[in-house]
């Protein structure tokens, strides 16, 4: 059974960091390319980071360049978000998916709350 666990969201001021976690369970971790996605109440769901199964290949989205870093440790099947400087526009459901030119799968969510 396929599982995605996301773990380290809360509540943090403006200018503080959080590590968000992805724990994978059922399914070869190191074949599967990792991304965070999230998403904002009334907005849709947004690309964040991505990386590749063997952590050579990271990219990110414009707003979280600089400030996040992704990262995956494939001997612990764990995915991470290293999120640094956040801001209020960062609040949102963190969700973290595995993938494949043929599937996917999706964690359930962890929320983040960026406010003083």
């Known amino acids: 059974q396929v599982q995605l666990v996301e773990s380290g969201g809360g509540l943090v001021q403006p200018g503080g960091s959080l590590r968000l976690s992805c724990a994978a369970s059922?399914?070869?971790?190191?074949?599967?390319?990792m991304s965070w996605h999230r998403q904002a109440p009334g907005k849709e769901r947004e690309l964040v980071a991505v990386?590749?199964?063997?952590?050579?290949?990271?990219n990110y989205a414009d707003s979280v360049k600089g400030r996040f870093t992704i990262s995956r440790d494939n001997a612990k099947n764990t995915m991470y978000l290293q999120m640094n400087s956040l801001k209020p526009e960062d609040t949102a459901v963190y969700y973290c998916?595995?993938?494949?030119?043929?599937?996917?799968?999706w964690g359930q969510g962890t929320q983040v709350t960026v406010s003083s």
């Open positions: 998916k595995a993938m494949t030119t043929s599937v996917h799968y």
């Open positions: 990386i590749s199964g063997g952590g050579s290949y990271t």
């Open positions: 059922g399914f070869t971790f190191s074949s599967y390319a």
